[in-house]
C-alpha cells in the first residue's frame, strides 16, 4: 500500500462564504469530510501549520484514492502530493544502484 505527503493550502480565491455562520457551516463540512478519510484509514495524519492556512497529511492506499481524496476539497483548497518511499526501501534500491555502477565502471 503506497503512503502519500499531501500538502495543502487555502485557496484565496475559492468561493469562501462571508457570511460567518455560511463560513462555518462549510468549515464544518470540511471537518466532517476529513474526520471521515481518517475513520476510514485513509488519512493517517492531519495537521495545520502556524500560519494557519495551509498544512500537510499523511495518507494510505492508491493513487486513485489519494487523486479522490484531494478533489473532494477542491476549489476551496490546493493540493501538492508526493508518494512516499520507505526509507529501508530507498536505501536497498540506492545500495542496489551503486552497485551497479561501481561494477558497470570495473
Not at 502519500?4 to 469530510?33: H, M
Not at 474526520?35 to 492531519?46: A, R, S
Amino acid at each position: 500500500m503506497a503512503r502519500f505527503l499531501v500538502l495543502w493550502r487555502r485557496n484565496p480565491v475559492a468561493p469562501w462564504p462571508t457570511d460567518p455562520v455560511e463560513y462555518l457551516k462549510l468549515q464544518e463540512r470540511i471537518w466532517a469530510g476529513i474526520d471521515n478519510l481518517m475513520k476510514k484509514g485513509e488519512v493517517k495524519e492531519f495537521g495545520l501549520f502556524l500560519d494557519g492556512i495551509s498544512g500537510y497529511a499523511i495518507g494510505e492506499g492508491d493513487s486513485a484514492t489519494a487523486f479522490k481524496n484531494v478533489s473532494m476539497f477542491v476549489p476551496y483548497f490546493e493540493s501538492e502530493v508526493h508518494e512516499i518511499i520507505d526509507y529501508e526501501k530507498a536505501k536497498e534500491i540506492l545500495r542496489g544502484l551503486m552497485k551497479a555502477r561501481a561494477e558497470a565502471a570495473k
